[in-house]
């Protein structure tokens, strides 16, 4: 094993087991021996997540000399500490939760060691698709190490300069950690040493209680961790429907999960058996001990080290600034993903790096404004948005009706004992065209993919209500929700006119 690689494995991949060497051999194979570069290439991508894959593999496909350069493991963070093993470890976290429920005795220690090799497998099974290998056999050059630009149109990559047409910058983010006194003395986990657990922390303290805090507060509490989970905010997934955030506050208390929000951190100390939190709440200073402590509380963009001022790229602390179009200062280089966009997800990095390969190779006018991008926290239940909250309304002067119902009203619900959690949806006033939704539900994530597909082929929610639906399902929910807009239609003008209608046709007999 090479010493690139027995960094990368005491890092980012541990233990190393079975699963483990074969992630690495696809991400970042010990033997891999760098193209020579040969002329210009008309696509350069730095960074092999979500976003640099989709770009490079679209150019390439369309015909284009692609590189493709990646310092660390190819698929980002979706694949190695994202996506991929978050949700593999809450698939295993619910199962041990059912088990309790239904009154299975389970050792959690060797629950937790088989979950997590669990977690490795699949994680090891998917790494394929983002191999190094695969991509160099959909034609493009792969180029493992550190990229840097030495110019407005050269790159050089262990030694190599690799000159181009275009250039697009996908290098990511990376978990960062709040300015707490003590913190950086404290070794603390974040999401991309998480799952190189073996064995389960019995007190597990988390920072932060955005979507990656409270999945995985769920998570290790189901697990038989006992867990505290710790916000500055007044709430858990503070950007959410405040209704929503209410029924995922009682599930997690239900469960056992400790909430702390509106505190204020003051220290932390403490080493790898035992660290110690002490906040202030109300007033009061409060301590909480731990065996792991884990920092999810926020991204900074991977820009340094890029030689970005010599490309004549402009960033701040917020990432790559870049236009409607993608388009970075350099107008040779684009730049798409969580070192460009606001929305930190796998979904955006994707249809943004679309986006780049039309405007960068064709020359076209494709805006990332006009993305329409529905999100999802992978709790129980799933908390699923798209499109604006009432609060935005507001703040756009745009009037709005607001349409719900509870899942105790869903048939299939009832039967499922999922009863918690309802579905809302925005239309603007004078029409029933859909503006936002909010879905709170087991499934919600799924669900929340057939209101996003009426936004954006402009179906209105009363056309919703002629769509047939397979009875009993829960998404028969979005139908119902179209009855209830319709009914609102009808008017008392209306109901009256109906009504001398039907009083017409009994006198005449029909």
Request: net charge neutral.
């Amino acid at each position: 094993m090479s010493e690139s690689q027995r960094k990368l494995t005491g890092e980012l991949v541990s233990p190393l087991d079975v699963h483990n060497v074969t992630l690495l051999r696809n991400v970042h194979p010990d033997d891999w021996k760098n193209p020579d570069p040969t002329g210009v290439y008309d696509m350069v991508v730095l960074g092999a997540g979500t976003a640099g894959l989709v770009t490079a593999a679209g150019a390439a496909g369309l015909g284009a000399k692609v590189a493709l350069v990646e310092r660390k493991l190819m698929g980002g963070d979706c694949l190695n500490y994202g996506c991929v093993p978050s949700k593999a470890l809450l698939h295993s976290a619910k199962e041990a939760h059912l088990r309790k429920l239904y009154g299975n005795s389970t050792d959690t220690k060797e629950f937790f060691r088989k979950a997590m090799e669990s977690l490795r497998r699949k994680r090891a099974d998917i790494s394929s698709h983002d191999s190094a290998r695969r991509f160099t056999d959909l034609g493009m050059d792969v180029f493992l190490g550190d990229a840097r630009f030495t110019g407005t149109n050269t790159v050089e990559v262990g030694g190599k300069i690799l000159p181009f047409r275009k250039a697009c910058i996908a290098t990511g983010a990376r978990a960062s950690a709040p300015p707490i006194p003590g913190l950086k003395d404290v070794p603390f986990l974040t999401n991309e040493n998480l799952f190189n657990l073996t064995e389960l922390p019995e007190r597990l303290t988390i920072i932060g209680a955005g979507p990656i805090g409270v999945e995985m507060a769920q998570a290790f509490q189901r697990l038989g961790s006992q867990v505290t989970l710790i916000d500055a905010g007044p709430n858990i997934l503070g950007r959410e429907d405040s209704k929503a955030v209410a029924i995922l506050e009682k599930r997690l208390g239900d469960e056992g999960v400790t909430i702390q929000v509106n505190v204020q951190i003051v220290s932390a100390s403490g080493d790898d058996r035992r660290q110690v939190l002490t906040f202030k709440q109300n007033g009061q200073e409060i301590t909480v001990e731990s065996d792991k402590l884990l920092v999810a509380a926020g991204r900074a963009p991977n820009v340094e080290g890029m030689g970005l001022e010599a490309a004549g790229v402009r960033f701040g602390r917020h990432g790559v600034e870049v236009d409607d179009k993608l388009r970075t200062t350099n107008s040779r280089i684009f730049a798409c993903g969580d070192v460009a966009s606001a929305y930190k997800f796998t979904h955006v990095a994707d249809f943004q790096a679309r986006i780049v390969i039309q405007n960068a190779l064709f020359f076209g006018r494709k805006k990332a404004s006009s993305l329409l991008v529905p999100w999802v926290t992978y709790t129980e239940p799933e908390v699923a948005h798209v499109g604006l909250y009432e609060r935005d309304s507001v703040e756009k002067g745009l009037e709005v009706q607001s349409f719900r119902l509870d899942f105790k009203d869903i048939d299939r619900s009832l039967l499922e004992e999922e009863t918690d959690g309802f579905a809302e949806v925005l239309v603007q006033k004078g029409s029933d065209k859909i503006v936002g939704a909010t879905i709170v539900h087991n499934r919600a994530g799924d669900m929340i993919s057939e209101l996003t597909v009426a936004m954006a082929g402009g179906i209105g929610l009363g056309s919703m209500a002629n769509v047939i639906h397979p009875y009993p399902t829960q998404v028969e929910i979005i139908r119902k929700l179209g009855d209830q807009y319709n009914r609102g239609r009808l008017t008392t003008g209306a109901k009256k006119l109906l009504g001398l209608v039907l009083k017409l046709g009994r006198l005449i007999g029909r």
